[in-house]
């Protein structure tokens, strides 16, 4: 599959042969290694927004930040790895704050001006990371063939929360759905 910024750089490099810039022979040579790329399955997915493929080697947090690239897309599917490790990364980031927050607050008898602070970045990361977990969530229902509407179980007291971290560790239907191709193939 030839990605967008590949048909690009192979038309680009069709007009320099066409205007005698490139011999055929370099022309040849250019556009074989064009085709020889394989990009990323995270540039990939950015490129047609779908979600990336399971036989990526790329690392943690190129999937954990997936989600953030895909800021407030709520169309298409995402597989398990990237909602979970995206939910890993923003725990962890989390835990910092509060192991900083605790250990500011022991040692100055009160939050102090620095746990305050810390707080308050909390709080605005928070609320900036909202629209990226709803999302992430609505393309994981949609990977199992859902309305993204599902979502909004989470604001039913109690059970809610429980009900959706269930749906968001069940597997997506395999082969492409209506929402799109399927993120593991």
């Known amino acids: 599959m030839i990605t967008p910024s590949q048909l690009d750089r192979l038309e680009k490099l069709a007009a320099l042969h066409?205007?005698?810039?490139?011999?055929?022979?370099?022309?040849?040579?250019?556009?074989?290694?064009?085709?020889?790329?394989?990009?990323?399955?995270?540039?990939?997915?950015?490129?047609?927004?779908?979600?990336?493929?399971?036989?990526?080697?790329?690392?943690?947090?190129?999937?954990?930040?997936?989600?953030?690239?895909?800021?407030?897309?709520?169309?298409?599917?995402?597989?398990?790895?990237?909602?979970?490790?995206?939910?890993?990364w923003t725990a962890l980031i989390y835990m910092l704050m509060f192991f900083m927050t605790a250990m500011n607050a022991g040692l100055n008898d009160g939050l102090g001006f620095f746990g305050w602070l810390i707080l308050l970045v909390a709080l605005i990361a928070g609320i900036g990371l909202l629209i990226p977990t709803v999302a992430v969530q609505v393309r994981r229902f949609h990977d199992q063939n859902k309305s993204g509407w599902f979502a909004l179980l989470n604001l039913i007291p109690y059970v809610g929360g429980i009900v959706v971290l269930i749906f968001m560790c069940l597997p997506g239907t395999p082969g492409d759905n209506r929402f799109g191709p399927d993120p593991l193939r």
């Open 18 to 88: 066409r205007n005698g810039v490139l011999s055929d022979q370099e022309f040849e040579q250019e556009k074989a290694k064009i085709l020889a790329e394989k990009p990323s399955a995270i540039r990939a997915a950015l490129e047609r927004t779908a979600a990336p493929t399971a036989s990526t080697n790329d690392g943690f947090f190129d999937w954990a930040l997936l989600p953030l690239h895909r800021y407030a897309d709520f169309e298409g599917r995402s597989c398990r790895k990237e909602f979970w490790l995206f939910a890993l």
